[in-house]
């Protein structure tokens, strides 16, 4: 068919951290998600792939689409160990 599953699991990646929904990574070419939303940093996303989309990902996200990369960079790690330590 040549057709490649995306998940954008913005909403629901909180449940699939902590195990109460089925996570998309094992059916799923891409995931998707964004950090403010379960780690309560700054707007940033992230996206997960095959090892094999890995040219077609970075040409297209960095740098033609990437807009304040260094604040989202930062903000990550930030935002992981204020999640881990509530």
């Known amino acids: 068919m040549g057709a490649y599953l995306l998940n954008d699991m913005a909403h629901i990646s909180g449940l699939v951290a902590a195990k109460e929904c089925n996570s998309p990574f094992e ?20 996206i997960f792939y095959r090892k094999k989309f890995e040219a077609a990902v970075n040409f297209a996200v960095f740098p033609c689409l990437q807009v304040r990369m260094w604040l989202a960079v930062h903000a990550v790690p930030k935002g992981t160990r204020r999640t881990h330590s509530t």
């Open 27 to 46: 059916h799923c070419d891409i995931v998707t998600s964004t950090t403010h939303k379960s780690l309560r940093g700054p707007r940033a996303g992230v």
